[in-house]
C-alpha cells in the first residue's frame, strides 16, 4: 500500500494469511462489530442454503455511529493514496452498495456497480449471476471491489473475473466480515490454480470474533437485543412486519418492535392467534 496510509491505520491492522489483512482484533471498531453483528442458525436464518449461519448486517447500518466507524476504517485505508491506490470501487448488489456508494463518494471516486442477472439494460458483461456495464471498467483502472461479506468466496471470484477480464487490476477486495469457517480467501487464492493468488483482501474481522449472545436463534431463548422470549411475552408487544427469510410457511420468523424475532408456533403460542402462513 502507499506511503501515505496513515499510521493510526497501520497499527489497527494485522496480517493473518497470504494477501489476506484484518483489523486487529482488540481495535475499537472490531470489538465494536464483534458485539454488534447478529446471525441466524441455519435452521432459521439461511433460505437458499447460505450458512451454516446466516449474518445480519442491517444491524450494522441501523447503528450510526458503528455504520460511521466502519466507513471511516475503509476512508482511513484508502484515502490519500494518490497514483498507488484505486482509482474505481465496484460494488455488489445489493448489500455491497450500501457501503460501497458511501466510500466511493468520500474518496470520490467513480462507482460502478456489478447487478445481478436480468437486472442490467444494454450491453453488458457477465460472469455466473453477476453483470457488469460493459466498459464501465477497462484497461488501466485499478479496482476496489466492495461487498459486505465475504463467505464461500464465489462472489468475490465472480467480482474479480468481470474487473480483470476488461483488463483491469484489482487493488483489493474490502469486507466487513469474512466467514472464518468458509475460507473464501484461500477459495479465491486457490482459484484456477492460483490465478487470483496475488489479489489482496481486506476484512474488517472475522465471523468468529462475534458474540454468542448475538445469535438470533429462538429456541435459545435470546435475540439482538439478549432479551428471552419470556420478557417479550410480558412486555408490551406489537407486529410491525413480517420476514420471510426461512421459506418455510411452518416456520415464519416474525420481526417485532422490540428485535425479537420468533417462529409462528412460538408467535401463536404467545399471543394465542391463528396468524395465516403468509401475509
Ligand atoms: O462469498 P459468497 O459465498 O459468494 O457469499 C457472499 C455474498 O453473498 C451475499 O450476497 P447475496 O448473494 O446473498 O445477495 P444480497 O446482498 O442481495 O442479499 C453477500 O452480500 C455477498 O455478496
Ligand atoms: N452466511 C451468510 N450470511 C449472510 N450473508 C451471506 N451471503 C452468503 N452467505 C451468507
Known sequence: MGATQSLAHKLIV??????????????????????????????????????????????????????????STFIARYQGLGNEGPTHIVALEARGFILGSCLAL???????????????????VGHADNYIRAGAIRKGHRVLIVDDLIATGWTAISAIELVTSGGAKVFEVAAIADISAMQGVQNVHEFKDGAFKD????????????????????????????RTIEQVKAGNYKFLNVSSLVGKPEAIPVYDGNNV?????????????????RF
Open 14 to 71: 494485522q496480517t493473518v494469511g497470504p494477501k489476506h489483512s484484518r483489523l486487529r482484533p482488540r481495535s475499537d471498531v472490531a470489538k465494536a462489530l464483534g458485539r454488534a453483528l447478529p446471525y441466524y442458525t441455519k435452521e432459521f436464518g439461511c433460505p437458499d442454503g447460505k450458512g451454516p449461519v446466516y449474518y445480519e448486517m442491517g444491524a450494522i447500518f441501523e447503528d450510526t455511529g458503528l455504520f460511521r466507524e466502519v466507513l
Open 106 to 124: 468520500a474518496l470520490e471516486l467513480p462507482f460502478v456497480i456489478i447487478r445481478k442477472a436480468a437486472k442490467l439494460p444494454g450491453v453488458t
Open 199 to 226: 489479489v489482496p483482501f481486506f476484512t474488517l474481522i472475522q465471523t468468529s470474533s462475534t458474540s454468542d449472545l448475538l445469535c438470533c436463534n429462538p429456541k435459545k431463548g435470546r435475540t439482538a437485543r439478549n
Open 261 to 277: 424475532v420468533l417462529h409462528q408456533e412460538d408467535r401463536t403460542a404467545i399471543l394465542g392467534e391463528n396468524l395465516p402462513k
